[in-house]
């Protein structure tokens, strides 16, 4: 079956802009969670949604939000772009939130560069 | 403050030996782990995991250590081969949350020489 699909793949913006990053899960899939990948702090945890609500959220400041859609797709949102938000987001699905047996998939991410 | 640390940016394998990658961690309440594999230009791709009620999981080549009183957990990889070579995240998380928010490690660089 068809993995976790990402776009776009790569994306240039500049300071202060707002991007819009989409992910679609697996199917059959309904809780999809977004990190953020950078050198210095590795992976980190953005949120998760599971049927259209947010159920976690990290340490993020309020510029970056997300949303879910009916159909399990979920969108990412980073407003007023600072250098330091360029970085590879990855989103990951699985079949329920909450279980922690539950195989989590990665989709490749969306390299964000902000000039 | 790092919650999980892999303190060992990169390791070095001879293939046909044994590969062991380290984690600690500080927060007592992580008691589910999970390791990851990171091709270049590819999502994490799961690989194994352990709960804390076990001291160890196997699966195949691959074999991972829980040591709760240390805070310290390690997979072992034997024998290593060179598409093993990757980057390998440890991650944790509690049962208070669920599996969408774990906690990563910052990877270490797994390098198998034919």
């Known amino acids: 079956k068809a993995g976790v699909t990402q776009t776009p793949r790569y994306l240039i913006k500049t300071r202060g802009q707002q991007v819009t990053l989409s992910c679609s899960p697996i199917?059959?899939?309904?809780?999809v969670s977004w990190y953020q990948q950078t050198p210095g702090q590795g992976l980190q945890f953005l949120f998760e949604?599971?049927?259209?609500?947010?159920?976690n959220k990290g340490n993020f400041p309020g510029r970056f939000s997300g949303r879910q859609f009916s159909n399990s797709r979920s969108e990412m949102n980073v407003s007023t772009l600072e250098l330091g938000d360029s970085a590879l987001y990855l989103c990951?699905?699985?079949?329920?939130?909450?279980?922690?047996?539950?195989?989590?998939?990665f989709g490749p991410g969306t390299r964000l560069t902000v000039l | 403050d790092q919650q999980v640390k892999q303190n060992s940016p990169s390791l070095s394998v001879q293939e046909g030996r044994i590969s062991i990658l380290n984690c600690d961690y500080t927060?007592?309440?992580?008691?589910?782990f999970l390791w990851y594999k990171k091709y270049p230009a590819e999502g994490p791709t799961f690989l194994i995991s352990?709960?804390?009620?076990?001291d160890k999981n196997e699966d195949g080549r691959f074999t991972v250590f829980l040591n709760k009183s240390a805070k310290h957990l390690s997979l072992h990889i034997v024998p290593s081969q060179p598409g093993d070579s990757a980057v390998y995240f440890c991650?944790?998380?509690?049962?208070?949350?669920?599996?969408?928010?774990?906690?990563f490690g910052k990877g270490t660089k797994l390098s198998v020489k034919p």
């Open positions: 990951a699905s699985s079949r329920t939130s909450g279980g922690l047996t539950d195989t989590q998939y």
């Open positions: 199917s059959g899939h309904r809780s």
């Open positions: 949604y599971f049927s259209e609500t947010q159920r």
């Open positions: 927060n007592s309440m992580f008691d589910y």
């Open positions: 352990i709960s804390s009620i076990k």
């Open positions: 991650a944790a998380s509690d049962y208070g949350g669920s599996q969408g928010n774990l906690i």
